[in-house]
C-alpha cells in the first residue's frame, strides 16, 4: 500500500500528458493508495465507513443480493443501514436497465417491486436514486464516497462489482469459486472533489427521481444536492486527475467543479479516450494493462506503433474471453480488428497474458481478469471503472482516476507483479520487470500445457486465436 508522504513540489511525468477535454483538471497534494483484489479492497471500504462521521455516498453498477463484505460485515445493504442508524447521510445511485440491453435482471438491484418490497422488510431507510443510461448502455461507475465535503472525505474509485466471484484475496489461491482479479483506488485531496461533483451531478439529474418507483423510501423527500464550493485540503503529494466517460446529452446542469469547467452538455465527455490515447502515444518504455476486453481498434493500433519504436508491451486479459467478445469475433465487420489484434504478435515485445491459480485440489483454475488498470513508463496509471473498449470510451458512465507518481506507479507495478509471478521485482526497472513477465508467461504457456502447472499464476495468450 502506499504510503503518504508530506506534500512537496507536485510531480508530473512531462512526457506523459493529461486530458484537457474534461470537467475536471489535474488536482496536486492528493494521496493515493491502489487496492488490488477484492477482499482488501472491501475491507478497507468497509473501515471507511465505519470511521465516517458525516455521510456515505455509493454509486452501484452489478450487484448480487448474496454478496457478503470481509470479516462477516454482512451485505453492501447491513453495511449501509448500520451507517444510516449512527445518523449518517447514506445515498445510494442505483442503475436500472433499459429494456433490451441484454443485461440479466439478477445482477443489479433495479427497484423492482420485489427489491422494494424486501427494502420494506428489512426497515432500510437509506435514500436511493435509481438512474438509466441511455439505450442500450450501462451506467458502469463503482465509487464510494465517505463524509462528502468534510475534513475527513474519502473517495474510492475503481471497477469491482458487488458479486461472489471478487470477493478473493490476492493470489487467488482461497477457495474453489471462480476468483476474479480487480482492483480500486483510495483518493483522498483536492481530486476527491471531483468524485463529489460527479456523485451530485448523477443524484441530482437520476433519470428516475421523478417517478413513483425511482426512489427509496418512498414518499421521501430528496432534495437536491448541493456541488461541491471549495477543493477538499491537501492529503500527499500525488497528482491526479479524476476523468469520465458521459454520453452528449445526459446531464442538463453544467455547474462546474472548483476550478474546472463546465460539463460539455452537447458534446459529452469522452476525457478517457483522450487519455489512453495520449498515454499510449507518449510511453517510451514499458505499457502494462489490465482489462477484462480490448475492443478499439484505435487502441489496437497505437500499441502496435508503440511495439514499433521499442516499446515492451504487456497486455493481461481473461484467459477465456468475456462472451460480448466472442460474440463480437464471430461477425464479419469485426475482421479489421481482429487481423489487427493478430498482427500485434509479429512483435517480439508484445505480450497477451492470462492468469490462473490452484484451486483446494491443486487443479489449475482460469482467473477473470475484470481490472481496469494501465501503467506507462513506471510513471503514470489509470485505475477505474473503464474497459479498453468503444462501449466504455463512447457509451457506458465511466469514472478513472488517473495519477502521476513514479513512486505509488511503480509500488503498484511490484505488487501486481508479486501476485502474478510469485517474484519481488522491486530490484528490477520497468522494462526488466516486464522482460521477465513476458519470458515468464511463454515459459509457463508451456508448463501449464505439458505438466498442468505455473510459476506464479501468468501464462501467455495467442492474440491471432483470441475469443475464438
Given amino acids: 500500500m502506499a504510503q503518504e508522504r508530506c506534500f512537496e513540489k507536485p510531480y508530473v511525468a512531462s512526457h506523459i500528458p493529461h486530458s484537457n477535454v474534461g470537467s475536471y483538471p489535474l488536482r496536486y497534494g492528493n494521496f493515493i493508495s491502489p487496492l488490488v483484489d477484492g477482499e482488501p479492497a472491501f475491507r478497507r471500504i468497509c473501515q471507511a465507513v465505519e470511521a465516517a462521521r458525516y455521510s456515505v455516498w455509493v454509486t452501484v453498477a ?12 454482512g451485505s453492501l445493504f447491513d453495511v449501509l443501514e448500520r451507517a444510516q442508524a449512527r445518523g449518517l447521510d447514506v445515498r ?12 440479466a435482471e439478477h ?82 485531496g483536492p481530486a476527491a472533489t471531483d468524485v463529489h461533483h460527479n456523485f451530485v451531478q448523477r443524484w441530482n439529474e437520476a433519470s428516475e427521481r421523478t417517478l413513483p418507483d425511482g426512489g427509496w423510501p418512498d414518499g421521501h423527500s430528496q432534495s437536491r444536492l448541493d456541488f461541491p464550493r471549495e477543493l477538499s485540503a491537501v492529503a500527499g503529494q500525488v497528482t491526479v486527475q479524476i476523468q469520465r466517460t458521459v ?24 476525457t478517457l479516450y483522450d487519455q489512453y490515447l495520449k498515454a499510449i502515444d507518449a510511453a517510451r518504455r514499458t505499457i502494462y494493462i489490465e482489462n477484462q476486453a480490448l475492443a478499439s481498434l484505435e487502441i489496437v493500433q497505437k500499441l502496435d506503433a508503440a511495439l514499433a ?21 464471430a461477425r464479419p465487420q469485426s475482421k ?46 489509470t485505475i477505474g471503472s473503464c474497459n479498453v473498449a468503444n462501449r466504455a470510451f463512447f457509451g457506458d458512465t465511466e469514472l478513472n482516476a488517473s495519477f502521476w507518481d513514479p513512486e505509488v506507479v511503480r509500488n503498484l507495478r511490484c505488487e501486481l507483479l508479486r501476485e502474478h509471478l510469485a517474484v519481488d521485482t522491486s530490484t528490477l526497472d520497468d522494462q526488466s ?19 498442468g502447472s505455473l510459476a506464479g499464476l501468468v501464462f501467455a495468450l495467442d492474440p491471432a486465436t483470441y475469443a475464438t
Fill in 62 to 73: 452489478f450487484i448480487e443480493m448474496d454478496f457478503q463484505m470481509p470479516d462477516g460485515r
Fill in 336 to 381: 479489421p480488428f481482429f487481423d489487427q489484434l493478430a498482427a500485434l504478435g509479429r512483435h517480439p515485445n508484445f505480450t497477451l497474458a492470462g492468469i490462473a491459480a490452484p484451486g483446494e485440489d491443486g487443479a489449475l483454475r482460469k482467473v477473470y481478469v475484470h481490472a481496469k488498470v494501465a501503467l506507462i513508463d513506471d510513471s503514470w496509471a
Fill in 107 to 188: 445482477t443489479v438491484f433495479s427497484g423492482s417491486s420485489a427489491h422494494r418490497s424486501w427494502l420494506q422488510n428489512r426497515g432500510s431507510r437509506f435514500l436511493a436514486r435509481w438512474d438509466r443510461a441511455q439505450k442500450h448502455y450501462c451506467h458502469h461507475q463503482k465509487t464510494w464516497l465517505i463524509d462528502a465535503g468534510q475534513p475527513s472525505e474519502i473517495a474510492f474509485v475503481g471497477g469491482i462489482n458487488l458479486d461472489k466471484s471478487s470477493m478473493v484475496s490476492p493470489g487467488h489461491s482461497s477457495g474453489d469459486g471462480p476468483h476474479t482479479h480487480d482492483v480500486y483506488v483510495e483518493v483522498r
Fill in 247 to 270: 454520453r452528449p446529452g445526459h446531464y442538463t446542469d453544467s455547474t462546474a467543479t472548483p476550478g474546472g469547467k463546465p460539463f460539455p452538455i452537447q458534446t459529452g465527455e469522452l
Fill in 92 to 103: 445510494v445511485i442505483f442503475w436500472r436497465i433499459n429494456d433490451g440491453a441484454g443485461f
Fill in 433 to 451: 520487470a516486464f522482460a521477465l513477465y513476458r519470458n515468464t508467461a511463454r515459459d509457463n504457456l508451456a508448463r501449464y500445457r505439458i505438466a
Fill in 309 to 329: 519504436r521499442g516499446v515492451e508491451v504487456v497486455f493481461l486479459m481473461p484467459a477465456d474471453a468475456n462472451a460480448a467478445m466472442s460474440q463480437w469475433r
